[in-house]
């Protein structure tokens, strides 16, 4: 919520005022019914919460996130019946619960898409039937009894109210907290583009499968409360994939990726759902009761409505509303991009041996790619000496890009090396690669579209360590020196805009500024011209000049062949997937092997020239 | 040994009626790159269909797929215009949203006629053929036979006629079907109309074994099992994915202890195991927004 600060502060003081109303609720009000309606809200709300870390923010759709509530439930459940309750089952259950999570994390971590949902919704299956065929553990359909809870009965639900509402209170905790560190930026980042964020230094495994354990952990908790509360569970209640519909339904409607939207989506679906469970028809004056069907029917159509009609939720749909309006405003304001020269803030690096006699910085040794039938790298060799800006030319479909993922580490080659700085790197992961001082932008710009510019900028991570998760996400050092770069590009009047609202130059620009941040010894430009106006292209160009005399390398490809002239040497010419020539431009425009290349034969140089 | 013929037999019997049901599945993933979840939820509310004709009528339920069919086609091609139109580049979203469909034909299903299991029982029902000491149950003959004509046609259609050509040039590369004039709205409603027009033939022939509403889940897990066993998008993949499906379950019914229990393991089985060993299953090309690169 990045609002004014008295619309800030109303919103704070609403939330306050909800949690001491819903804190003092069974002390002021003693409707046991209204308090079952409310408890089963905090219930759904914890579910919703969870679900959000890993489908909100990560962006995991995942259908059988209400299996967590089995897991934990069972394992409460199978314990309780053997040794009486004991309180910390509760934990015990969230703990199995997030151990679980993990593993199917660990088993799906390649799958995507329509096949992650898929696979979700074979999950709570599994775990139905597991459920059901264990029967020496869990009696099977049969269902297992809770030992009665030992309070005074005019307490009715109180305790089991409670321990909802901490757990409840506990998860928006750690999802806000979530939101706001590394962590959480590192997960909106793979929602955004998770390949992306591997080449930006995001070790992608280690955060998903933490955002598995983070959603699924006081969802467990939670179902060895609601197990206790129910004092009966049997498998087909506890793994019902309705449970997990209303909860996706809860996190849309109330926005995705929001820490309260999920909580206020739960009261709205717990709302409908009273509303539909206990509504009575005089059919010729019989109450007739419609429980079940209808659940179907009402939350079917509205997760449909939903998906339909407002996809990005109640929350979202408002602050949209409000960012639209502020966005009129100050773009009378500063619309232009700034385009005086500023310096460059970057702490340089000590830096020996640049130039044409400068050492080796990456070293490709026969290098293969195929896809099918066609090798679009093939036998390729080439080194980039440290301090140089070296570009890579080509025909289309010379491999040029293909060249690039197999050195970024977007793909894996079939066979050949690559060394960089001393290292071979062609298998290891992205991230590893952006943490060894790689960094590299794309054709077409890959921003993260749904963040502002200044959290692109800090998304990209130098290192991976654990501490590092629980960092502030825009903070400290690091948010001075995003905000430095952002100067240096001249788009630090776009810092709080939606990266995705950029042009497309703008966003090249922003592109630049964000792997600077990785302070990487070698950066990959893929077509840094192309597609964009020439003032833009001599903008760059001039920081690519004084990057470069700070002491970084350049690798670039490009079609803009008077600005490679003016701008690279020495110039790698591919073609077919192999390098054919290399040297300085004038020597490149001269080789006969090249024009071939480009033109075809047939061609000669007074031809080309004259053209 | 005969055991094993008689248990095989009829695990390839259910195989084809299956490979029709998921045919309209895997046509419409091929086509438009949407799971229709709710494709099970269709196939039970064709069944329900055959059912209450066949009360009114008396009629034949294999002759009733000509009064299923194009009622399904119809719902299909409705369907598509007023809700899978809107979510066809979203995956995820997609499958929410026939998801929420198929708990509402599920809801609708058990408000209407409840939650009773329902059959057709036609004259030939409780009839065998016998070979040898083989047994076939003369529906699971009638339904599978008829299942695999009809596949049939649907090859034909898809191989022979210009709008086959048109749907198979779409699934392949949409942008190059565009460019020579295929209207890629229109063929992608027609195509999902006929995917969900199977579902009307489909569930006139599941109609012989009894059915409730929730079946749904029972189908749509052995119809995603086999399409993602087959390769998601390819039809004589389905096919053969059906197949082994039908093998599969009627094996694990009677070798593995307490096995009828573990029948509908199979199918989730069948889709975790594919799709972290070999996604694109027997015959799929590689979808790569399924799958990381790396």
Not at chain 1, 27 to 45: E, G
Not at chain 1, 146 to 162: C, H, K, M, S, V
Not at chain 1, 167 to 192: C, H, N, Q
Not at chain 1, 199 to 216: D, E, I, Q, R
Request: hydrophobic letters at 50%; aromatic letters at 10%; one cysteine or more.
């Amino acid at each position: 919520m990045t609002g004014p600060p008295l619309r800030r502060i109303a919103y704070g003081l609403f939330v306050l005022a909800a949690t001491v109303v819903l804190a003092l609720w069974p002390i002021l009000n003693h409707d046991a019914y209204k308090q079952n309606v409310i408890l089963l809200a905090f219930l759904i709300a914890v579910i919703a919460v969870g679900w959000n870390i890993i489908s909100g923010f990560a962006g995991y759709v995942s259908l059988g996130q209400s299996a967590f509530v089995g897991i934990g439930a069972y394992t409460a459940g199978v314990i309780a019946q053997q040794h009486g309750w004991q309180w910390w089952y509760v934990p015990l259950g969230g703990a199995v619960a997030a151990g679980v999570a993990v593993l199917l994390g660990a088993v799906v971590m390649r799958v995507r898409g329509h096949s992650f949902v898929i696979l979700t919704i074979a999950f709570l299956f599994i775990m139905r039937l597991v459920a059901t065929n264990w029967t020496s553990l869990t009696s099977g359909s049969n269902g297992l009894s809770f030992p009665l809870a030992r309070y005074p009965r005019e307490w009715q639900n109180t305790p089991f109210y409670y321990a909802l509402f901490v757990l409840l209170v506990l998860s928006v905790l750690l999802a806000w907290s979530v939101r706001r560190t590394k962590f959480g930026m590192g997960l909106i980042a793979i929602r955004e583009d998770e390949n992306k964020a591997g080449a930006v230094g995001v070790s992608t495994p280690a955060y998903k499968l933490l955002a598995f354990a983070a959603s699924a952990i006081f969802v467990g908790m939670a179902g060895a409360v609601y197990g206790y509360y129910l004092s009966y569970i049997n498998p087909d209640g506890m793994f019902d994939i309705v449970l997990s519909v209303q909860a996706v339904l809860a996190v849309l409607l109330g926005g995705r990726a929001t820490i309260l939207g999920p909580v206020l989506g739960a009261g709205l679906i717990e709302f409908i759902s009273e509303a539909t469970n206990d509504r009575t028809y005089g059919v010729a004056g019989a109450q007739v009761h419609i429980g079940g069907q209808w659940r179907l029917i009402v939350f079917g159509g509205l997760m449909a409505a939903t998906v339909l009609f407002l996809p990005r939720g109640i929350i979202p749909t408002i602050s949209e509303f409000f960012e639209q309006r502020r966005a009129h405003r100050r773009s009378a304001q500063a619309g232009v991009l700034d385009l005086r020269p500023v310096g460059l803030p970057a702490t340089p690096r000590v830096v020996e041996g640049n130039g044409a006699g400068g050492r080796v910085l990456v070293e490709v040794k026969h290098l293969e790619k195929r896809f099918g039938g066609v090798r679009a790298v093939d036998d390729l060799s080439f080194s980039v000496r440290q301090g140089t800006i070296t570009a890579l030319i080509g025909p289309n479909g010379s491999g040029k890009t293909t060249a690039f993922n197999l050195i970024d580490g977007l793909m894996r080659p079939d066979s050949g090396e690559v060394w960089f700085d001393g290292e071979r790197i062609e298998r290891l992961r992205p991230w590893r690669r952006a943490h060894l001082g790689l960094g590299r932008t794309f054709q077409i710009t890959r921003l993260f579209g749904e963040m502002t510019v200044l959290e692109n900028l800090v998304a990209p991570l130098r290192e991976f360590r654990w501490r590092q998760l629980a960092a502030d996400a825009v903070a400290g050092h690091e948010a001075e020196r995003a905000e430095e770069l952002l100067d240096f590009v001249g788009m630090h009047a776009f810092a709080h805009e939606r990266a995705a609202r950029l042009s497309f130059g703008q966003q090249k620009l922003v592109e630049l500024a964000q792997i600077l941040m990785l302070d990487p010894k070698l950066i990959l430009l893929d077509e840094p011209a192309g597609g964009i106006n020439p003032t833009l292209i001599e903008r760059i160009a001039e920081k690519i000049r004084a990057l470069n005399e700070l002491g970084k390398t350049f690798v670039i490809v490009e079609h803009n062949i008077p600005l490679v002239a003016d701008l690279c040497d020495p110039v790698i010419v591919l073609a077919r997937g192999t390098c054919i020539a290399s040297g300085t431009a004038a020597q490149i425009q001269r080789d006969p092997l090249v024009l071939d290349a480009y033109l075809g034969e047939g061609w000669t140089v007074e031809e080309a020239v004259t053209a | 040994m005969t055991d094993f013929i008689q248990v095989l037999v009829l695990g390839l019997l259910a195989g084809g009626l299956y490979a029709l049901a998921a045919s309209g599945l895997t046509l419409v993933f091929g086509v438009m790159n949407v799971i229709n979840v709710a494709h099970g939820a269709l196939l039970v509310l064709g069944a329900y269909l055959t059912w209450l004709f066949w009360r009114r009528t008396g009629a034949d339920p294999l002759l009733l797929i000509l009064v299923t069919t194009p009622v399904m086609f119809a719902l299909g091609w409705v369907g598509y215009k007023l809700f899978v139109q809107r979510v066809r580049g979203a995956p995820a979203m997609s499958v929410l949203l026939t998801f929420s469909l198929a708990l509402v034909i599920q809801g609708i299903l058990g408000e209407i006629w409840s939650n009773d299991f329902r059959t057709v029982i036609t004259s030939y029902s409780n009839h065998s053929f016998t070979i040898g000491s083989i047994v076939l149950p003369k529906e699971r003959v009638f339904a599978c036979a008829i299942a695999i004509v009809i596949l049939g046609l649907l090859w034909l259609m898809l191989t022979r006629t210009w709008l086959g050509r048109a749907i198979r040039a779409s699934a392949e590369n949409p942008q190059g079907a565009a460019l020579i004039g295929i209207e890629l709205g229109s063929v992608a409603a027609l195509t999902f109309a006929i995917g969900v027009a199977t579902t009307g033939a489909g569930g006139s022939l599941i109609s012989f074994s009894s059915f409730f509403p929730s079946t749904h889940y029972l189908w749509i897990s052995r119809l995603l099992g086999i399409i993602v066993l087959g390769g998601m998008g390819s039809l004589s993949g389905a096919f053969v994915g059906a197949l082994l499906m039908g093998v599969a379950e009627a094996m694990v019914a009677k070798y593995v202890p307490n096995g009828l229990a573990w029948v509908t393991a199979v199918p989730y089985m069948v889709i975790f195991v594919v799709l972290l060993v070999r996604p694109r299953g027997i015959f799929g090309a590689w979808t790569r927004e399924d799958v990381a690169t790396v």
